[in-house]
């Protein structure tokens, strides 16, 4: 099974950059669509998405602000975010995302969260 760690959270103020990275082991993570969601007054949201192909998906609110990107030499996934606002804040998590292989499907795998603060 996949393990997934993130790390670049912090505090930042508004208008400010992170870069978030989604650091794998135990399998091979470009071989697997990955997404970055983040939790919210208790419930989680879609923000990116990176696929095998790399083509990429952003939710709305922070296209144009926040670009998702592989490292497949470091078996990572980074996700930066730009020009961040205080409706940012939450804590972002990293997954696997649920896939099919032959007859069997696989539920996604989800990393330990960071917490990312924006302040105004």
């Known amino acids: 099974q996949v393990q997934l760690v993130e790390s670049g959270g912090g505090l930042v103020q508004a208008g400010g950059s992170l870069r978030l990275s989604c650091a794998a082991s135990?399998?091979?993570?470009?071989?697997?669509?990955v997404g970055w969601y983040r939790q919210v007054r208790g419930e989680r949201e879609f923000v990116a998405r990176i696929?095998?192909?790399?083509?990429?998906v952003y939710a709305d609110s922070v296209k144009g602000r926040f670009t998702i990107s592989r490292d497949n030499a470091q078996n990572t996934v980074f996700l930066q975010m730009d020009s961040l606002k205080s409706e940012d804040t939450g804590v972002y998590y990293c997954?696997?995302?649920?896939?099919?292989?032959?007859?069997?499907?696989?539920?996604?795998?989800w990393g330990q969260g960071t917490q990312v603060t924006v302040s105004s």
């Open positions: 997954r696997r995302d649920s896939y099919c292989s032959g007859s069997a499907c696989h539920a996604g795998a």
């Open positions: 135990g399998r091979t993570l470009s071989l697997f669509a």
């Open positions: 696929i095998s192909g790399g083509r990429t």
